[in-house]
């Protein structure tokens, strides 16, 4: 079974729109870690965000805001007003059993149009 | 600049050839891995290091081989046993193999086998 599911394979918006990447994870740990990370045309992963299991709450980061739900097991990432340079494949990732071996969702890929 | 170097970016072989693919950090990090990424998928964990000398199968490693002599340096080897070679390779570094720690990746080689 998937840990992580990031069910969006793809979404189009135009410019301003603001859009939702959904991420679903599975663990029995209770304490493990998520990531967001966004891979430009260019290849190269680059890390967004890190959130523990004992921290609920909810960061923003400019136009970027992640809603972390124990209860649904959801790790949501939202682009406010996304821009064309937001378009990327963006990676959820989930970290457990103390050791760094990381579980990656399949990716959404993002498109914005001007 | 700190950070994670893959050379080259585009990397062409013949079927039957063993092709080894660099990776180098500077950022003193401690652990080192390799993913491998397909066309539309997550990456998936081939192997990784959490300490010179020492190395560790992840969850594709049959056809591929690592050495980890020095902290800075993780080439990975691709050999003709691999099936399925033509990918996009990407390695990462933490600053230890933890789960809290984020993974910093290098801009990845493309590699096309025919």
């Known amino acids: 079974a998937q840990k992580v599911t990031q069910a969006q394979t793809e979404i189009s918006v135009v410019e301003k729109e603001d859009v939702t990447l959904d991420c679903v994870y599975e663990t029995r740990d209770t304490t493990y870690y998520l990531f967001w990370y966004k891979q430009p045309p260019s290849g190269e992963l680059v890390f967004l965000i890190r959130?523990?299991?004992?921290?609920?709450q909810n960061e923003i980061s400019g136009r970027y805001s992640w809603n972390f739900q124990k209860s649904t097991s959801s790790f949501n990432f939202t682009i406010t007003a996304s821009q064309v340079v937001d378009s990327a494949v963006y990676f959820c990732a989930l970290s457990e059993n103390n050791f760094n071996k990381f579980y990656f969702g399949s990716g959404t890929k993002l498109n914005v149009k001007p | 600049d700190g950070g994670i170097t893959q050379s080259p970016k585009y990397l062409f072989r013949k079927e039957g050839q063993n092709v080894t693919l660099s990776c180098e950090q500077n950022?003193?990090?401690?652990?080192m891995y390799w993913y491998r990424q397909d066309p539309g998928q997550g990456l998936r964990l081939i192997y990784y290091?959490?300490?010179?000398?020492?190395?560790q199968k992840g969850d594709i490693a049959e056809g591929y081989s690592v050495s980890r002599e020095k902290k800075e340096s993780f080439p990975l080897t691709v050999t003709s046993a691999q099936k399925n070679p033509t990918a996009f390779y990407l390695c990462?570094?933490?600053?230890?193999?933890?789960?809290?720690?984020?993974?910093?990746f290098g801009p990845g080689t493309r590699l096309t086998v025919t």
């Open positions: 959130r523990n299991s004992f921290d609920e």
């Open positions: 990462a570094s933490s600053i230890g193999s933890g789960s809290s720690y984020e993974q910093y």
């Open positions: 950022l003193n990090h401690d652990a």
């Open positions: 290091s959490q300490i010179v000398n020492d190395f």
